[in-house]
């Protein structure tokens, strides 16, 4: 999937209804009385802001403070990120105050008092493991000492009335497992008094990405009580650390990868000739949230024919028709783990020559990728390793000609496959974004390979029986110490196996 859609936002109607009666309840005393019975009922008898082992024993088990997320995690988390602040700042021969601000989402509207999914910040939610909207993460590390403060929503009898229980100040260091907490409102005081107390402070703060547009405003305000004025970015810090996926990680990725694995085999199978591509959306969408996962992961690709060589294609409305292939890039998030898959089949079951063709060039490569990723220094040698590859292969069907020198023969593969063929996969579908392609591929890594050919009808190479074709095929692959593993091997690929 692409890198420019990351967050997806979704329609409550819970709340629309919610409003509803409340509309109505203005109109009469009785049906008042009804509402307020209606709402209290409608509110779970939970005390905290996000499932625990208590209100949600199917989700959440003892000890864990997300599903799959133990509080011991988190703790580990943090104490990785006090190491790599520390390590950082006496690189530099820094012996200062360093505060490191890490802020939840906020809620973002479609319309008036209409939210949109709510969905939470990464990097807040895996260091803090909180839900909920507006709270703020902060680390104070000074010398060897080091603290961990969580500012959340102070609880408020009138908004939880309306949006459900929040977790509150008193029960946010037990739940969380941070040294302190505090209501948001307390936030600006706490750190004017830090920085006044030591004005050499270094605020690690990303003010490029604004995520609380209010919070960012304060903060702009209160470095100008430091000495240097500036802000460090921490992002590349805590993406240093996201990277290498933990064993839990590892184990929900996992269960993401075959839920969307299952519900493509699904899709595939319920697919059929004049059907709409936004049939087969509503499809995978359905299997993959029957499977447990929380919503797709980003606005899934369902191309039909011709509208696969549009590579960000989402607007899935046309028909497919009989002898036409569908190409589907579609993933799911589950407990905030995201899957990535691409795959593409005959509507009508049966691969005419062209598109077989193409179809097991594609495949060739993509599996010769995956087999050589221990030999492969990074993402990007993947890539160039991708050009040349599909180079060849293409000359060997005769859509490249032969007799060029490699700089050509990159610069022509390139023509047909004009995306890059990996990125890392975690919480984000573009995950860890601030980490380069270029840097050496790890065990605990979590990457896709995902090479396509899409043959344009201005392609000065292709015969025209080959234009108008769109063909992608991508996987999710874990780096182990000496091999590697396919998460979404479940996903079949073969083309005998690409049969509704
Ligand atoms: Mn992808």
Known sequence: MFNSIKHLLRYNPNKFGCQLLAYFSAETTVKSNLTQRECTRGVHPQVCGQPTSTTHPHLIKQGEVLPGISL???????????????????????CRQQIVVIPASSTIYMSNKI?????????????????????????????????????????DEHSELWDGPRTGVEMAVEMFGTDYALPVTEFEQFLTTLVQEDKSSIVW????????????KKLCQLIKLTDNQIFASPKILFHQIRLIKSACEINL???????????????????????????????????????????????????GGKN???????????????????LMD?????????????RTWPINGKFTPEQKVLYEVVLDVQKNLIESLKEMPSLDNAFRHMCLLLGERLQEVGLI?????ENKLLASAYTYCPHHVSHYLGMDVHDTEKISR???????????????IYVSPRNPYASSRFHGLGIRIEDDVLITENDSEILTKNCPKEVAELKP
């Not at 696969?308 to 569908?326: C, E, P």
């Not at 579609?330 to 783990?337: K, N, Q, R, V």
């Open 72 to 94: 011991q995690e988190l703790k580990r988390r943090r104490s990785k990120l006090v190491e790599s602040i520390s390590l950082t700042a006496n690189a530099k021969n820094v």
């Open 115 to 155: 939210p949109y999914v709510f969905r939470q910040n990464t990097d807040f939610l895996y260091f803090s493991g909180c839900q909920e909207p507006d709270s703020i993460l902060v680390l104070t590390c000074k010398e060897d000492k080091s603290s961990y403060t969580l500012f959340v929503r102070p609880k």
């Open 205 to 216: 703060y990303d003010h490029a990405d604004i995520v609380q547009p209010i919070l960012h």
């Open 253 to 303: 990725m996992r269960e993401s990868c075959g839920i969307a694995s299952k519900a493509i085999v699904k899709t595939i199978q319920s697919s059929k000739p004049e059907m709409s591509e936004h049939q087969l959306f509503a499809t995978v969408d359905y299997e993959c949230r029957m499977l447990g996962a929380k919503y797709l992961a980003y606005p899934p690709v369902v191309a």
């Open 308 to 326: 696969a060589t549009v590579i960000h294609y989402i607007s899935n409305n046309q028909i497919i028709r009989d002898g036409d292939l569908v």
């Open 330 to 342: 579609a993933g799911c998030e589950y407990h905030g783990y995201s899957s990535d898959i691409t």
């Open 401 to 405: 000609p032969k007799n060029i020198d």
């Open 438 to 452: 270029s840097i050496r591929i790890q065990s605990g890594m979590i990457i896709t390979i995902e090479p396509g």
